[in-house]
């Protein structure tokens, strides 16, 4: 059984956890509720921390003489300092993390599309951002695994965004061994992994462990190309080269009518009839069958644990960019 790292996600403390919503209920996720076991939790409520009380008057971004302040309409009190100043700190608190889960729509915490008013009431929407405490998580955390609530309810966000956690947790406590043949291990195990992402960056971070800087350098260099590699967000196709890669290792060993059979289940998936888990689950069974320890550790096998998998049969727009800020 693969032994997987526990990664530290920072979650809205109103989803599944704390009744800190403006209106005093908690918010059921269900990724957050699954995967509680498998994660350690730092839970935050921005609105809550500088002392705006449950239940609340609900805030707003306004937007004053071209700048964007936090409103609380009914008491007309400007919070933005209290707010900047309260992210400032909790950022600098922080310890290392692997991710972030955020309620979406709320003017503080929300990652995209959240309203900005011309006005403190009875005002029309001028633009659409982030929230206030999302924006500066943002800028301190770019390229990180960060997604809301919502957008967790789409298999294909949701697969993506477990697979990154997951490897950046890995990743962490890889970099706390300060040794070149754990980050090795770590980049061979995820050989194909990252393949199926960027054939282009993995080819760079090859280069980077035949680096002979120092250890330190190295795995500075290598996190920041690994973290440009996981904003890409494998397709079909790269999926597709990364799988016949693996089956080439077993290609001699199987029957005629063996190969036959996967090019037919490797159609399958091209015309979305199957989902890429099916692919993975006949490359389990010949790494098992042929007692190939190199594939059977390839985290492209099994990313993430089990139990937090979707039960689908087909991914639904699969080819879809869901990461462009207007999704």
């Known amino acids: 059984m693969t032994k997987f790292p526990k990664p530290v996600v920072v979650v809205s403390a109103c989803l599944e956890f704390e009744k800190v919503r403006y209106d005093g209920q908690v918010i059921p996720c269900k990724i957050v509720r699954d995967r509680e076991p498998f994660v350690e939790c730092i839970k935050v409520c921005p609105e809550f921390a500088i002392g705006l009380g449950v239940p609340r008057d609900p805030i707003r971004i306004v937007k004053i003489g071209g700048e964007k302040r936090l409103i609380q309409p009914k008491t007309k009190e400007d919070i933005t300092e209290k707010m900047n100043s309260f992210t400032t700190g909790f950022i600098k608190s922080l310890p290392e993390v692997d ?27 001028i633009e ?35 697979v990154e956690l997951f490897a950046f947790a890995d990743f962490r406590q890889t970099k706390y061994k300060h040794s070149s043949e754990a980050l090795r291990e ?10 199926s992402y960027s054939t282009e960056l993995l080819t760079e971070l090859d280069t980077l462990l035949k ?13 920041a190309v690994l973290k440009k590699l996981l904003t890409q967000h494998p397709r079909s196709d790269s999926r597709i080269h990364a799988v016949l890669q693996i089956f080439n290792r077993f290609s001699e060993k199987v029957s005629n009518k063996e190969q036959t059979f996967f090019a037919s289940v490797i159609e399958e998936y091209k015309q979305n009839k199957i989902c890429f888990l099916g692919l993975l689950e006949i490359l389990k069974s010949y790494a098992l069958r042929f007692e190939d320890e190199y594939i059977e550790n390839q985290t492209l096998l099994e990313p ?19 990461w462009k800020s207007e999704y």
């Open 99 to 125: 991710g972030f889960i955020f309620k979406s729509k709320s003017p503080t915490i929300g990652l995209r599309d959240i309203k900005v008013y011309a006005g403190i009431e009875k005002s029309q929407v």
């Open 128 to 162: 659409r951002s982030s929230g206030f405490f999302a924006d500066q998580i943002l800028q301190a955390f770019p390229d990180y695994p960060m997604e809301e609530d919502d957008r967790l309810r789409n298999a294909t966000i949701r697969d993506n965004f477990l």
């Open 186 to 195: 770590f980049h061979e195990n995820n050989r194909f992994l990252f393949g």
């Open 211 to 223: 680096d002979k800087k120092d250890i330190e350098t190295v795995l500075g260099e290598y996190s």
């Open 304 to 322: 993430y644990p089990k139990e937090l998998e979707l039960m689908v049969t087909v991914e639904p727009d699969r080819e879809r960019d869901y």
